[in-house]
């Protein structure tokens, strides 16, 4: 076998996994229709307003559900068969996108109906991504765990550089709606997929019975548990005030740059391009714990800040592509840090609060950015993110320092012993 054969093997062993093969087919058709729904809406709402702000706000709707309710959503996926769940809310979310995209192609569309619908999606969210995370682990094994995660980030990505350009050329062509009315269609290819499962396959985990107070014990588990507790307060600051890129890229395309539909379809796909390199990089190398992390935060602090600088679309494009794989490599690496280091039967309330880290602080963070934006100028949410991922990797490697430390002293108090010890029994 060549070493690129080997490298190959390595980069995707979690597609060796039938179901996983059926699992990750429905999906890269239906993520491609979800970033043209997120793209199409961004751009819907900036130019019924042109209010930074309130595209902020229409942003925050669509998670605030996330914010008040996947913590239970978590607590639900422990409870229950996550595949079932999935069906469900998918065909739902299908459901939201056609009358989105109905309401759009018709001309009767308004900014309230936008958010209620956002409403309803985060909603729906709240309930599907803890199951879809926690999924995962049923899926593939622990073996292949790291390796699935970050073709799923991988995944999304492509589908964030295809899904975007094309959401640009439809919304310049046909305008916003046909984006909507494609989502909804590609929903189907999703269902499918995890309707037509091997289940002998699958390695489910026994459902929790349910008990009062559950809640309550995921969230006293995490906290006993640094391990898990840090990598989720780092995702929560970054998430809330870097995460932000239905915000900040539109007003940056539009105001920074001015650059159009079109420039912002492909400044988007930008970061989806270089999330593509940086997850595969990811796949085949990528590590998980704490030293990871805080490294992964700094290169995406980085980028954030030539990203903020750039002085043309052209040099935009090459810092968005920087911070796209320093953001999957930051993403990633969290993501597998917690499951693989949860409890199986915590493990839906885990990675619950991880969504709510990711995108449930966004009600938080949309509306600060959206401010920031109106107040210091189109670069200021991007430079805003840039601040935000510097000081997690400075607070994260402090703590590294510090854990390390305290292993040496509680060393060398060992050691001080021995000695003494032994002098005793001689």
Known sequence: MTRVERAGRTTFAALAVPNYRRYISGQSISLIGTWMQMTAQSWLVWTLTHSSTDLGLIIALQTLPVLLLAPYGGVIADRIDKRRLMIALQTAMGLQALGLGLLTVTGNVHVWEIGVLAALLGLNNAFENPSRQSFMLELVGPEHLRNAVSLNSVLVNVARSVGPAVAGILIATVGDGVCFLANAASFVFVVASLATMDRTALNPTTPMAREPGQLREGLRYVRSHRELAVPLMMMGVVGCLTYEFQVTLPVMASRGLHAGATGFGFMTAAMGIGAVIGG??????????????????AAFGAAMALATLAPSLA?????????????ISFMSTGNSTLQLGAEPSMRGRVMALWFVAFQGSTPIGGPIVGWVMAFAGARAGLGLGAITCIAVAVVGAALLLRERGARAEQGAERSGRRPAATALSE
């Open 280 to 297: 595969l990089v990811v796949a085949a190398r990528g590590k998980t714990g704490m030293r990871p992390l805080v490294l992964a935060a």
């Open 315 to 327: 040099f935009e494009l090459i810092a968005l592509a920087l911070a796209g794989a320093a953001s």
